[in-house]
């Protein structure tokens, strides 16, 4: 059984950042590929980022991308999203997620849809304000 716990959600003004943070236990960390999503107001859940097992590919939102990083610590077994440039419509609940399936695939759209994972951590809440 895998837990995740995000952490470093809060109250930023827009143009601020953020590093999101997601701690895992259970199972073995470096095998697993992770993913952010998030739930904006009024919205269905969406993806945000992911990054492979084996930390050598990362896929984005177009409309995070140049300004979102996520990046994974296998010693920590941590997976970070770093939050720049924030903006009013990034406010929502961010959730990590991991996937432990085998075969461990690949491919934008393995990774960035939500059924890929099997584990999902409780969420964190992001508010930009303008």
């Known amino acids: 059984q895998v837990q995740l716990v995000e952490s470093g959600g809060g109250l930023v003004q827009a143009g601020g950042s953020l590093r999101l943070s997601c701690a895992a236990s259970?199972?073995?960390?470096?095998?697993?590929?992770m993913g952010w999503f998030r739930q904006c107001p009024g919205k269905e859940r969406e993806f945000v980022a992911a990054?492979?097992?084996?930390?050598?590919?990362?896929y984005y939102a177009d409309s995070v991308k140049g300004r979102f990083t996520i990046f994974k610590d296998n010693a920590k077994s941590t997976v970070y999203l770093q939050m720049n440039s924030l903006k009013p419509e990034d406010t929502a609940v961010y959730y990590c997620?991991?996937?432990?399936?085998?075969?461990?695939?690949?491919?934008?759209?393995?990774?960035?849809?939500?059924?890929?994972?099997?584990?999902w951590g409780q969420g964190t809440q992001v508010t930009v304000s303008s």
């Open positions: 997620a991991a996937d432990t399936q085998t075969p461990r695939l690949i491919g934008r759209d393995y990774y960035t849809s939500q059924l890929t994972y099997d584990y």
């Open positions: 259970g199972g073995t960390f470096s095998n697993y590929g």
């Open positions: 990054i492979s097992w084996s930390r050598t590919l990362t």
